[in-house]
């Protein structure tokens, strides 16, 4: 999975669980997985880098009911222009 498929499957997820207002088990340990594998990417810029570290933080807590930070993260995700590795 290249780095543009991570991140169109992290804000896939994001988007349901905001719509669910509900994360299962496996979704928060796919999200941290994502998100932890994405920032091992060396060109992020600090603004995506500091996304993915509270998405990493969001999946400790697992409140899917705040819904305005989410909208920030897949926003932040939507304008990345940051160049990614091709496979």
Same mark, same amino acid.
């Given at each position: 999975m %290249?780095? @543009?498929? !991570?991140?169109?499957?992290?804000? #896939?997820? +994001?988007? %349901?669980? !905001?719509a669910?207002?509900?994360?299962?088990? #496996? &979704?928060? %340990?796919?999200?941290?997985? +994502?998100?932890?594998?994405?920032?091992g @990417? /060396? !060109?992020?810029? /600090?603004?995506?880098? !500091?996304? +993915?570290t509270n998405?990493?933080n969001?999946?400790?807590?697992? =409140?899917?009911?705040?819904?305005q930070?989410? =909208?920030?993260?897949i926003?932040?995700?939507? &304008?990345?222009t940051?160049?990614?590795?091709? &496979?």
């Amino acid at each position: 999975m %290249n780095y @543009q498929d !991570q991140l169109t499957l992290l804000t #896939d997820i +994001l988007k %349901n669980q !905001q719509a669910q207002q509900y994360g299962t088990e #496996d &979704e928060f %340990n796919q999200i941290q997985r +994502l998100a932890q594998s994405l920032q091992g @990417q /060396e !060109q992020l810029n /600090e603004t995506m880098q !500091q996304t +993915l570290t509270n998405i990493t933080n969001y999946c400790s807590t697992r =409140d899917c009911n705040n819904s305005q930070q989410i =909208d920030q993260w897949i926003q932040s995700i939507n &304008e990345s222009t940051i160049p990614y590795p091709h &496979e």
